[in-house]
């Protein structure tokens, strides 16, 4: 395999696991593929350290905690494109973005969006990683239309620092690969 190739598999493999983590809380079997995962040398490398397996438990209390705060609470900023473009769910990027799964041969319902909306910033990172190679035309409008967006709300989430900051911060710099310049 070449270097090319094995980079583009460690991106489109970051890029996947990047989105189901915005998507829902990790939980023990999330973090045993993460510990086997082709990412996990990038992931250390922006601070998202693993706990000892002594600690797992109440690491990953602590990270549902995080996850709740951070995204489903009243006070949390949930990840959605409409959301914050639009200030309401369902809107125009919503549609666009379930357009361009269809077109893919892909659902965004509940089930397979794991209940969020389809213009979550963990739905669109998804997309593109099942879109990257096989369809560069939707690769290329999710990454023009659907992801510059989410810098404003992972800088905010990079402040709160800890591990969901560490993951805004690499985030962004995801964001800034696939879709540079803006």
Not at 4 to 24: F, K, N, Y
């Amino acid at each position: 395999m070449t270097a090319e190739l094995e980079e583009e598999r460690a991106l489109v493999a970051l890029t996947r696991w990047v989105g189901e983590t915005l998507l829902r809380e990790l939980d023990g079997d999330a973090l045993a593929a993460l510990r086997a995962a082709p990412v996990a040398e990038a992931l250390a490398a922006h601070g998202l350290g693993l706990p000892a397996e002594a600690e797992e438990d109440a690491w990953l209390d602590e990270r549902a905690a995080d996850f709740h705060d951070l995204f489903l609470s009243p006070t949390g900023a949930p990840l959605v494109q409409s959301l914050w473009q639009e200030g309401r769910y369902e809107g125009g990027a919503a549609g666009r973005v379930r357009q361009l799964a269809e077109s893919l041969g892909l659902s965004l319902d509940a089930e397979a969006a794991r209940g969020a909306a389809p213009d979550h910033l963990g739905c669109i990172l998804l997309l593109w990683a099942e879109a990257r190679g096989r369809a560069p035309e939707h690769e290329q409008a999710l990454a023009q239309d659907h992801l510059r967006w989410a810098l404003a709300p992972l800088g905010r989430l990079q402040a709160r620092g800890g591990f969901y900051g560490a993951l805004a911060r690499l985030t962004a710099e995801l964001v800034d690969e696939l879709a540079p310049g803006g």
